[in-house]
């Protein structure tokens, strides 16, 4: 079975554009059994634009499991594991390094968006953070993230082909400078993810406070939902709207609603019939359905579990990482 390899930075409980980007992929993935599947938390990578405060990460991992479990990602189907309790992927970063091309580093797009994370979406900042080595190293380190497990798939949207483009190169490099076919290029398997926005029409994010997390309750989903931005062409009520224009909530019917509600809306929305306040309203139950049983499931692991099923999938995990090293190093000739 191929090997497909994904990860999540801890940046503590997920919300929804997480589970529609990311996340809901990762289990379809994973119920298809076409794919030995790697699942891994990304805490090194967090460290590249969140180094001075690391108060959080241990609880962060915690919670980014509870999301995951919760949701659908099965430990006896997935393997899943904290990057940081591997050390061959950190050896393995080490050893490509010394095979990558500086230049390559520079113009890996990833770097870009690196530093527009470390500006928290601040333009005016961007100019002045200072990169370090860690950022310039990113690509590297995620490379090492799929070459230790083999992964021939990396699960991305299409706006993410560009960042697998340099773990194909290091791939590459690697088999010809040692003339072998070790390593196979990775391949991006394009999943389809909705466009839906936080709740002010911007990308949803937790440090802008437009998100509506998985773990919410039914009431601070009501709270968020009715928050959203609506069509901002209907002003009154007996204004028709358009369910083109409207900005939030109509693109999330389009996800957890099903076709009849979805013609309903429509039509009640383009005749007047139905107000914005209601139909808000209406869409926070029905997202408060859909994760009922998540949220409930979520409640139910103690950090106890959480912590005995981490430490099973990183010695799963490390099994098959060390083996990658040991052929490898037998390919370099290195001890
Ligand atoms: S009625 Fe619903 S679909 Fe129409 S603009 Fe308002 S929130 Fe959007």
Redesign the pocket.
């Known amino acids: 079975m191929t090997n497909l390899v994904s990860g999540m930075r801890p940046t503590g409980k997920l919300h929804l554009g997480h589970y529609l980007g990311v996340l809901r992929n990762w289990i379809d993935l994973q119920n298809s059994q076409k794919y030995n599947c790697f699942f891994f938390i990304a805490d090194w990578h967090s460290l590249t634009t969140k180094y001075e405060d690391t108060s959080e990460l241990k609880n962060n991992i915690l919670e980014i499991t509870r999301d995951f479990l919760a949701s659908g990602l099965n430990p006896e189907k997935s393997t899943i594991y904290i990057q940081s309790a591997i050390p061959e992927i950190a050896e393995l970063h080490l050893l490509l390094s010394m095979i990558t091309p500086n230049n390559w580093a520079e113009r890996d797009p990833t770097l870009k968006d690196l530093v527009k994370a470390a500006a928290g979406g601040d333009e005016a900042k961007e100019a002045n953070i200072s990169l370090t080595y860690g950022m310039l190293g990113y690509p590297i380190l995620q490379t090492a993230d799929i070459l230790t497990f083999k992964g021939a798939l990396v699960p991305v949207g299409k706006d993410q082909e560009a960042h697998l483009e340099m773990s194909r190169e290091i791939a590459r490099r690697f088999n010809y400078i040692f003339d072998c076919e070790f390593f196979a290029e990775p391949k991006p398997l394009f999943t389809d993810t909705p466009l839906v926005h936080g709740i002010d029409g911007r990308k949803m994010s937790k440090s802008w406070n437009n998100d509506i997390k998985i773990s919410a309750t039914e009431e601070e989903t009501m709270v968020q939902v009715k928050k ?1 931005i ?2 901002t062409q ?1 002003i009154k009520r007996s204004d028709p ?3 083109e ?2 900005l939030v ?2 693109p999330y ?1 389009k996800v957890f609603a099903n076709e009849e509600i979805i013609a309903q ?1 429509k039509q ?2 383009e005749t007047a019939s ?3 306040i209601d ?2 309203k209406q869409l926070a139950e029905i997202i408060n359905l859909y994760f009922k049983p998540i949220r409930e499931r979520r409640a139910n692991f103690s950090d106890e579990q959480i912590k005995d099923i981490l430490k099973n999938g990183n010695q799963k995990a490390r099994l098959v990482a060390q083996n990658t090293l040991k052929e490898l190093k037998n390919i370099m000739k290195l001890y």
């Open positions: 959203m609506t069509d209907r709207g358009d369910v224009r409207c909530p109509f019917y809306v009640e929305c139905r107000g914005c139909c808000k």
